[in-house]
């Protein structure tokens, strides 16, 4: 496979952590731009912002069975559909690591976009967005069948919370188990009130994964399309 450039690409999957035996996997996916094909790189803020999201995640799963990844995006910029591109480059590659587990996406803004369209790959169990961009008119029949839940600031002025629960609707519509979680105060970089922000997902990990069970400490989070839960 060839880069914009023509140059070849490199693996789209970044493995944090690889058990023996994985029966699960959790794969990140950063933020970026509308239009940019300039060289996405590990450095960059909106993959630094996504290390935290992942060792929250990471505290709700048991670590000798579950794989931790990052999606390697060619491009800072959505293009043509580049980081949905990479991120089923990065689930066929899962694949063919640590075999058919149910695995969890979490994406921020771009990458939360990124995440729910790759929702009918058959690798992806379910879908965490967080702050996601969701333009007017942005697929949902994808979701079908599958676990989705989104969590907005409501300060968020990049993208829209409004839009996000426009589009739970439309998933659950389409026959999704989908929810909206919106934090009060929250913005989009998830710097204002980060540790609700990274509580958050590490519940709702272990809710996703194992919907009767949760860590000890953690509280189950209720969810729902009609009446979005602010937390």
Known sequence: MQDHEGKSATSALWLRHLPQRPRA????????????????????????????????AATA???????????????????????????????SELQQTA?????????????????????DHPQVHSVLALAPWLPPGEPASQLSGKRAVVVHGDRDRLTSPHNSAVHIERARAAGARAGIILIHNGDHAMLRRSILWHRTVTTLVADLLHPDERPLGLTRISWTADAPLVL
């Open 99 to 119: 075999g058919p587990v149910p695995t969890i996406l979490i994406g921020h803004s771009m990458g939360g976009r990124a995440a729910l369209r790759a929702a």
């Open 25 to 56: 996997a959790i794969i990140t996916l950063h933020g970026g731009r509308a239009d940019s094909y300039r060289t996405s790189q590990p450095w960059h803020l909106a993959a630094l912002r996504m290390r935290p999201v992942l060792r929250a």
């Open 61 to 91: 799963v048991p670590l000798d069975e579950t794989v931790l990844a990052h999606v390697r995006y060619r491009h800072r910029g959505w293009n043509q559909d580049d980081p949905l591109k990479d991120t089923y480059r990065a689930l």
